[in-house]
């Protein structure tokens, strides 16, 4: 047995993994081999400051803990880089086990003193898409370099080179935060790309920051006019001096070719390309000065999750020429980034068009989708080769790129797909002999990877892909299950309680906006004031569902405020704790049933005061829950809460025949799954909630309300063969209708394509939302049968229920402890094989209800059907 994966706040440490924000961050580790039934009896941490030659070893400690201990150190101290190990003991060891290999952490810089520097008299752009602004500083040095870290943020979307080399290949930072609140910087490692002689160049792009922004015309420059870049590079000599190169009205700055907008794309010139403009020696001339500007930010902190990055590179699996005479490259998948081409030559002058779309309408490019957000890069050559080129500070949803190329200078067979997302590892997997079932997995696998860009973003393509609150809500628990997302996830938790401080003085203070971050709020939009049960009901749900994965209770604590101070601002009826529909503008509901007509969202089936109570009532069974963690004096403030609102509920909502007053699969759904139901009525909740199914040809008739939850409900009633038709059914709508219908990422409409062909009327309408996707977990809880019982995976369940076509299945979640597999097939007889972490215990349950409480190792069942 050995330890390894060493965590520190769960972040994994490595180059651009994001830098810790902390000065006593907690330590997570696993314990993998081959062991059975080993637990850990204790630990030791080991830790090498900077400036130690040696370890500190900290004494053992006597625990099983192996996730999210405590700090044993003394306090880090900003931008620290430092060592550590661990080594753990089982219970049935006499010995502890080697000491892992060290890992190298680093703090972020935890106070920034560089300066924002701008073009100098730039005048204020108008523009919808901005021009990137170009800094230069050179600078030699004289002594041999032991160590250089860059560290840097901006006011806008960067990029820096040092030397002509680019620090990282990552992209879109520093995102996009809370800007009034929390800024982000980034570090580098840069130690091997000085010489004795240096430049530093840095370009910025409008980005988030001033680029056009926000739907029904968004803004521009919402956060600021100016694109303006902040960096230092610390430079550590072998003889143990040290030198700082920073940001100051000594930089060089000028226009550069590239004019983005991340809703429109690029438009890049060539010739306006500034020849080694990030090379030492290179002309001045050209270059104007630069200033020093006031970014309007509380705070600038370390980026403590990972970098957007390029997790792959696909080819086009076609090329046609559609029928009004446009070529047209198909990469086969519906992916988020950009398209890179490769050795090309042409004329000066000539310009190359790229146009976007993630579907087909016949035959054409379905742009209508987009809305106003142009997705089309522009490469204009400067005469000769190009060996490559890729825009910059834009990024597309997209699986058809049309060329406009006059005289076909460039192959489309020989372009790339550059897919781009938030460096997340993905760490849950699904599947079964059942390919359909296997597409939709793979297809919320690809939605949450393109829609996870900096922040939990609700679609990557139209003039939107914003921080809708409501999806993430809904979609929290299968998000951690597929991706190791958490650091992302509690960053934008953060700006989610930086967003209420913003709000202190609205008419329910602190209140979340119903995106985060949030611009609604400068657009003078109707959608400002909003409120709505699930959307705002985030500030609970996303960090319930993220300490259930990972039993880190600093999510909650840090939380904390964020979570009361939303259930204290819920509108509720005098005496009652139930929603007050009067003093709200309208609830979203179960958003996007299949019986809402195109151009209204909300007009669904069931009642939407039934869904935001329902709602109502899981928030605040949450918080007994995290209150018991964090708070224990309030656990009966919040029990009282939350039964007098089952109380209100079923007042309100439930028949004396024990119907609701919604007769629909998303009532009786969250009925039967959030616990508002006795015993007896769930058994009836079930047989009614069978019932509709069953009339309704076994077809979807939930929105996002429900959705997570209908498929669970009927397994839990004991209604499996409903449950699986319904997995199953590839009519209109279901989930494998856009299977069928050939997608390859999670829709936002069950019919955002219709079965004519015709993209939905509604103006609205998305191919890639992974909303809907959340039926995943149903897949992992249900079919493969992994369920949490203690927080993090400590323990948890396996019960498979088999059933339908599909004769075998395999689930996976490389958990906190380790990898936990369950895997079986079914012949005469079930097989089934159990795969359990060190540290951690499973309750295994047949089909045959006989159950097996186990610990670590690898477990075969045999059982009848
Ligand atoms: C978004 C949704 C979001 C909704 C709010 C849409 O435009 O794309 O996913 O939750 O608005 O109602």
Not at 212 to 234: E, P, Q
């Amino acid at each position: 047995m050995h330890v390894t994966d060493l965590k520190l706040d769960l972040l994994s440490p490595g180059p651009c993994n994001g830098t810790l924000g902390s000065t006593k961050p907690v330590v997570s580790w696993k314990v993998v081999g081959d062991e059975q039934n080993w637990y850990q009896s204790d630990y030791q941490l080991r830790i090498r400051y900077e400036d130690d030659s040696e370890y500190t070893v900290f004494p053992s400690e006597t625990s099983s803990e192996s996730q999210n201990v405590n700090w044993p150190g003394r306090e880090l101290k900003s931008k620290e880089e430092f060592l550590i190990s661990c080594r753990v003991k089982g219970t049935k060891d006499d010995q502890f086990s080697e000491w892992s290999d060290p890992v190298k952490c680093q703090v972020g810089s935890l106070e920034w003193k560089a300066s924002f520097i701008a073009l100098e008299h730039q005048a204020r752009e108008e523009r919808s898409t901005a021009t990137e602004t170009l800094f230069r500083k050179q600078f030699s040095v004289s002594k041999t370099v032991s160590r250089a870290k860059l560290w840097c943020t901006a006011a806008g979307i960067y990029e820096v080179e040092i030397n002509g080399q680019r620090v990282a290949e990552d992209f879109l930072n520093p995102g996009f935060t809370t800007y009034e609140k929390r800024l982000l910087h980034q570090m580098y490692d840069v130690t091997n790309l000085l010489s004795l002689e240096n430049a530093i160049g840095a370009r910025v792009g409008a980005g988030w920051y001033s680029g056009k922004f926000g739907f029904d015309g968004g803004m521009t420059n919402i956060y600021g006019d100016k694109r303006a870049i902040s960096l230092v590079l610390d430079i550590r000599y072998e003889d143990g001096t040290e030198e700082s190169i920073a940001t100051d009205n000594t930089w060089n700055a000028r226009i550069g070719p590239s004019v983005a907008g991340l809703y429109d794309g690029e438009f890049y010139d060539a010739n306006a390309e500034v020849d080694g403009w990030s090379e030492p020696g290179a002309d001045s001339s050209g270059w104007g000065g630069s200033e020093i500007v006031d970014i309007k930010t509380e705070a600038i902190l370390p980026q403590s999750f990972p970098h957007v990055t390029a997790q792959r590179k696909i080819v086009p699996v076609e090329c046609f020429v559609t029928p009004s005479g446009k070529t047209v490259v198909d990469f086969g998948e519906n992916i988020v980034g950009f398209v890179e081409f490769l050795n090309v030559s042409a004329p000066k002058g000539y310009k190359v068009t790229f146009k976007h779309a993630e579907v087909l309408e016949n035959g054409e490019l379905g742009v209508r989708p987009l809305r106003e957000a142009k997705c089309t890069d522009v490469y204009i050559f400067k005469g000769g080769h190009v060996k490559q080129h890729h825009p910059r500070f834009t990024f597309h949803g997209f699986r058809y790129c049309q060329i406009e190329d006059p005289d076909s200078v460039i192959d489309p067979h020989l372009l790339k797909a550059v897919v781009i997302s938030t460096n997340m590892k993905q760490i849950g997997d699904f599947s079964c002999d059942n390919a359909l079932l296997n597409q939709l997995h793979s297809n919320v696998v690809r939605s949450s990877r393109g829609n996870f860009i900096t922040l939990p973003m609700d679609c990557p393509q139209r003039d939107e892909r914003m921080g809708w609150t409501g999806d993430i809500a809904l979609f929290g628990q299968t998000a951690a299950f597929l991706f190791d997302c958490l650091p992302m996830l509690c960053n934008w938790l953060q700006d989610v309680w930086a967003e209420q401080q913003l709000r202190a003085d609205r008419e329910f203070p602190y209140s979340p906006p119903v995106t985060v971050p949030d611009v609604i709020k400068y657009m003078k939009h109707f959608w400002d004031p909003q409120m709505s049960a699930i959307w705002q009901d985030c500030t609970v749900m996303v960090p319930k569902k993220l300490y259930d994965a990972t039993g880190d209770v600093t999510i909650l604590k840090r939380q904390y405020e964020s979570m009361e101070r939303w259930i204290e601002a819920i509108p509720k009826l005098p005496e009652q704790v139930r929603w007050d529909k009067s003093r709200i503008f309208m609830q979203l509901g179960d958003w996007l049933d299949p019986s809402a007509p195109p151009e209204n969202p909300v007009k669904a089936m069931t009642d939407s005061g039934l869904v935001a109570d329902a709602f109502l009532f899981l928030i605040l069974t949450y918080m007994v829950d995290i209150s018991a963690k964090v708070q224990p004096a309030d656990v009966e403030k919040y029990r009282k809460l939350q039964e007098r609102c089952r109380h209100d509920f079923r007042a309100a909502y439930l028949l004396p025949n024990g119907n609701l007053i919604s007769h629909t699969q998303t009532a009786y759904s969250l009925g039967i799954c959030f616990g508002l139901l006795s015993e007896p009525e769930i058994e009836h909740a079930g047989q009614q909630l069978a019932a509709i199914v069953a009339q309704n040809d076994f077809k979807i008739g939930t929105g996002f309300a429900g959705t997570p939850f209908v498929t669970k409900a009927l397994f839990g009633t004991g209604h499996l063969r409903e449950a699986y038709a319904m997995l199953l059914q590839t009519k209109c709508p279901s989930w494998l209708y856009p299977v069928v219908s050939g997608a390859t990422t999670v829709w936002e409409r069950w019919d955002s394509m219709k079965e004519d062909g015709s993209i939905n009327p509604g103006e609205m309408t998305s191919f890639n939302h992974y909303a809907l996707g959340a039926v995943a977990t149903t897949m992992h809880e249900v079919l493969g049968g992994v369920q949490i019982a203690l927080p993090g995976y400590k323990k948890f369940i396996v019960r498979p229920e088999p059933g339908g076509d599909i004769t075998q299945c395999t689930v996976s979640h490389d958990g906190p402890y380790g990898m936990i597999r369950s895997e079986w097939k079914v012949d005469q007889q079930f097989h089934l094989e159990v795969t359990v972490p060190l540290n951690t215990s499973a309750e295994v349950i047949l089909p045959n209800g006989s159950r097996h409480t186990v610990g670590s190792g690898h477990h075969v069942y045999e059982c009848d059907l």
